[in-house]
């Protein structure tokens, strides 16, 4: 039987078999990498266009919109207070009838998708505001149009502190995907609950937190490292 | 330096306002101002912040846009110009700001290149202008370094060069020595003199220091809540400012005027007959050659020698305004004091004085500047036109409530 560390020291550790559990725990990371990696590649683009668009059109801004702003500023308040768990029972309707069906990993993707957007747009608006307005106005008395100001100054200036924002987003999907089990979808935080929490067997709950911690870890330090590298200030 | 006598820019009844945030009503910061500068020229535009002078320039470029008049550049009414015409219009207009407003995360050699790339210049084309800029500011050497490896001057160095990257005919400096300590402002407005020099860009400087107008500018435009109340070459704005804001910024340039503290101080320390002898190279003409301001000051050595006084120079300042010298000193005479009365008549005929009297004969501060004798002027008009001793000295007194001059307009012009 396969013994670890944990079984001395967790009183209520039974006896689980890690020869089943292994490649659950396998496939779990597997997947939970999965809605990870999607979700913050779609929302994170989405979020950074909508971060734009919310920056931008703040008063005094490129594209200076107050409608707009106030529009796009409230449904961003909106949304990101909703509980994760809540939203993903909220959203199914939708799901539904964009993904085909309201169960599964893929199923959890969509709403995770949506709600990593609208965080994101926040951090992005967030991290160009400090941006000065005198890089900008250089810029624009050079001739350079708005949206090459975007692509060539805004974000490059913003660069360094908008990876450690997504780096904290990365965080922030992680946990989103621990709920996935609740429709369905698999995962670490389907695996924790499943065959740890439900089965008394906090060795497998905390092997699966175990792996997250060294995942968020990881991410934190590579973030952190090409932050550094470059921030010119 | 006027070697061109178009004008490169016309501001024609140009108004710009801002409407307050929250309240509803509008601040007018550029109130129908009409100038024109001309090719060649080092135009200096002064004023205290909320002026209107940032604005003002910023509609050069079209940075702003005029609420009415028209703003013409090398022929183009930028004021009604969409962002895509501009764009070649703002390529031969460069600009540096006061805090240099460099890409942090641009190497000092992709700041300049940034232009070149909008422009979209061939890459060996990009490094060959980028390494000819660099040497022509002197900074050849910090070609990859970042702006926050670099001082204050150099970083306004590099400001200078990524201006001037697409060859513009006109430069904006908008306070651009007002974040530099004095050695390094004169090092970059030697820079910006020979931009103007050997590459024959017209230069609008904005500033609230007289003295970079006074280092290289040769014509002035003095502004003040929103209006241009005084213009003309350097000199004559100098030598004969007209307007009491005018004034103030004069007599932040010089020193050469004792104070009322200043001249009891002297009393004390020299008993004889104090005397302020104002120094003004030439004559300062009008339009039409007729003389508005004489010369003074000119002859005083010869006096001094012809009429054997024994004289000692107490107090004073000289400065060059566009290589004239302008200023004031003040004597000590001693002597007999029938020849010393004589000398001051002889004097007084050729310059503009003040007499002090002496230790135990005093004339009170006041009485001898309202007495002040003004050099025989073919002067016309007396009252506003052309201005006294008194007035120039009454302008130190004055100093002191400049920040007063218009809290209103303080802020918000550069938000």
Redesign the interface.
């Known amino acids: 039987m396969h013994t670890t560390a944990f079984d001395h020291t967790v009183t209520l550790a039974s006896r689980s078999d890690w020869s089943v559990l292994k490649p659950l725990l396998a496939q779990s990371v597997v997947q939970t990498l999965q809605m990870v990696l999607i979700t913050i590649v779609i929302g994170g683009v989405l979020g950074l266009v909508l971060g734009v668009i919310l920056y931008g059109t703040r008063p005094g801004n490129l594209f200076e919109n107050r409608v707009v702003y106030r529009v796009l500023d409230i449904l961003v308040n909106i949304v990101r207070p909703i509980p994760f768990i809540i939203f993903l029972a909220a959203m199914q309707p939708l799901t539904v009838k964009v993904v085909g069906t309201s169960i599964g990993t893929t199923a959890a993707i969509f709403p995770m998708c949506i709600m990593c957007t609208f965080a994101t747009s926040r951090l992005v608006e967030q991290n160009l505001v400090p941006v000065d307005h005198g890089v900008i106005e250089a810029a624009r008395s050079m001739g350079a149009s708005k949206f090459t100001i975007i692509r060539t100054v805004l974000i490059p200036e913003a660069l360094a502190p908008l990876i450690l924002a997504y780096a904290f987003l990365f965080i922030g999907v992680l946990d989103m995907s621990a709920m996935a089990g609740y429709i369905g979808g698999g995962g670490l935080g389907n695996f924790a609950i499943a065959y740890g929490y439900q089965k008394f067997d906090q060795t497998v709950t905390w092997t699966a937190v175990i792996i997250m911690i060294v995942l968020v870890q990881v991410v934190q330090a590579l973030a952190n490292a090409i932050a550094k590298r470059l921030l010119r200030r | 330096m006027t070697q061109g006598n178009e004008p490169i820019i016309v501001f024609d009844h140009v108004v710009k306002e801002f409407t307050v945030?929250g309240a509803k009503k509008t601040m007018r910061a550029v109130d129908d101002v009409s100038l024109s500068i001309d090719e060649g020229d080092i135009f200096g535009i002064i004023g205290y912040s909320g002026a209107g002078k940032s604005t003002l320039v910023r509609m050069i470029?079209a940075?702003e846009q005029p609420t009415s008049g028209t703003v013409t550049v090398m022929g183009n009414d930028v004021s009604h110009m969409g962002?895509?015409r501009?764009?070649?219009?703002?390529?031969k207009?460069?600009?540096i700001?006061q805090?240099?407003?460099?890409?942090?995360?641009?190497t000092v050699a992709q700041n300049i290149a940034?232009?070149l790339?909008?422009?979209h210049w061939r890459k060996d084309y990009q490094d060959r202008r980028v390494k000819e800029l660099l040497e022509f500011v002197g900074l050849a050497e910090h070609a990859d370094k970042?702006?926050?490896q670099l001082s204050g001057g150099q970083k306004q160095r590099v400001g200078i060069a990524?201006a001037l990257a697409?060859n513009p005919k006109i430069l904006?400096a908008d306070e651009a020595t007002s974040a530099l300590d004095p050695e390094t402002t004169t090092e970059v407005l030697q820079l910006l003199e020979r931009v103007n020099k050997q590459l024959g860009i017209t230069i609008v400087l904005i500033t609230h220091q007289m003295n970079v107008v006074q280092q290289i500018a040769n014509r002035v435009a003095v502004m003040s809540s929103g209006k241009v109340v005084e213009q003309g070459s350097v000199y004559d704005v100098f030598a004969a400012p007209k307007q009491p804001v005018t004034k103030r910024f004069i007599a932040t340039a010089m020193d050469g005027l004792p104070d009322p503290a200043r001249i009891a101080v002297m009393r004390e320390q020299w008993p004889g007959r104090l005397v302020t002898v104002v120094i003004r190279q030439r004559d300062i003409v009008d339009a039409n050659g007729d003389v508005l301001v004489p010369a003074s000051g000119q002859d005083i050595s010869d006096l001094i020698a012809a009429h054997g006084i024994h004289s000692g120079l107490l107090y004073g300042g000289i400065d060059t305004v566009q290589d004239i010298a302008i200023g004031a000193v003040t004597y000590e005479f001693t002597g007999d004091p029938a020849k010393i009365d004589a000398f001051l008549d002889d004097l007084a005929r050729g310059s503009d004085i003040v007499d002090f009297g002496t230790k135990d004969a005093p004339i009170d501060y006041d009485t001898a500047v309202a007495r002040a004798h003004i050099a025989d002027a073919p002067a016309p008009q007396g009252a506003q036109g052309t201005p006294t001793l008194a007035d120039d000295l009454e302008m130190v007194e004055d100093v002191d409530d400049v920040v007063e001059m218009n809290p209103d307009t303080a802020r918000k012009e550069r938000?």
Do not use: A, C, H
């Not at chain 2, 501009?86 to 390529?91: G, M, T």
């Not at chain 2, 805090?99 to 641009?106: M, P």
């Open positions: 945030r470029n940075l962002e895509g501009l764009r070649p219009v703002r390529q207009i460069g600009m700001f805090q240099f407003n460099l890409f942090s995360q641009k940034y232009p790339k909008l422009d970042y702006p926050s990524r697409t904006l938000d």
